[in-house]
């Protein structure tokens, strides 16, 4: 009866989750709860099911990169590479494909998407371009970027905390598959989007009305005063934080440790131009509740035994490695695509763990990178495949540009399978 209740209660939640029914948080908690009210697992169950590790350690990243983006130096960046461009539309989108994809590898997608597709829009419809190949980019290239790295996106944060994986293993791993998956997007969209990409340099009149858009864009995203000493600290803290990231395993501290380090050392020393209070309320704590509350759902779920018995089936259907990985590639990609990744990943997390036993000494870490490549890469197929580009679609219709559900997918489905089966080749070449 309680695996029924366990089930039931998961896939409710799920469904709710999917449609968006309620606010996401609310409806991982009350999950969580009807869990612990059933008694399908205690409450003491409930508070170690919770991985505070990877809680901690997204607190910590947004409460840096929240104080950071109050020395304006992110925009600074985006409208200093937007001059480099002089305007021009190939030129726009290769830098700015290039600062999306390193932005999201070492802050996070979201953050970044929430910081230049703003301005590209602005940019690009001043010039009396369409943006919508450009807003495309910024998406494709924030989950790309953003799957190199441990902290880059809400999946490798997970996997990384369930598998002790360390920020430089995900490097090491993951940027053969992701720089040729870069190189394969970067050429299609120039191929199939160069009608709006190709270069205005022999058009004097599109070329006045570019720079005068550029100087306007100076005026309005660098209006607020650029502190030296503040941004100093900021970069120097930045800094800090990537370089302990890389050294982790010869620092011999937790990764949540040297970012919460940096993130409270860099509060102190700008507490003059920084209100702390405002930092912690624009933490994006219904983001934590909802995984706090996906991680006690799946603990309810795991106790009933069901995931042990799908990570057996899944084992016992084949002793090689390679096959399993691209098992775990293809349907944590195809998953990826229609859901949100977040909660299917939640519930894998455990599974891959106990295929990892059936595997003994024989090294099995391929698999979660397979369900890493899988499930940040598989969601650049749709505009509710990841978190980053449900944001960029907002962001684009708040300033005017409406993004359809099939007009994307169009383009993003073929490129995305192209994108799979680059990572198919890594996994295979690298297996065997």
Known sequence: MLIYAALGTF??????????????ALIAMLGALVMIILRIITPEEAIAAISFETILLLLAMMTLVNIASKSGIFNWISVKIASLTKGNPLAIFLLFSFLTAVSSAFLDNVTTVILIVPLTIE??????KDPKPYIFAEMMFSDMGGALTLIGDPSNILIGGASGLSFMQFI???????LFSSILTAVAFVVVFWKKLKPISKDLGELFVANVIIERIKHRYLRKTLHKDFVIKVVIALLITMLGFFFQEYIGLPNYVIAFTAAVILGIVTSKRVNIVHTL???????LLFFSGLFIMVAGVEKTGILFKLSEWISNSTTDITYLSLMILWISGGVSMVLNNVPFITVMLPVIASIQLSFGEQDSTMLWWALSMGTCLGGNATIVGSSANVVSVDLAHKEGVHISFLEYLKFSLPLTIGVLSICSAYIILKLN
């Open 11 to 24: 896939s409710l939640a799920f469904l709710l989750i999917v449609f968006d029914v309620f606010d996401k």
């Open 281 to 287: 309320e624009s933490v994006e704590w219904t983001t």
């Open 172 to 178: 090491q791993n993951l940027w053969i598959p992701i």
């Open 123 to 128: 940019l690009v419809k001043g010039m009396g």
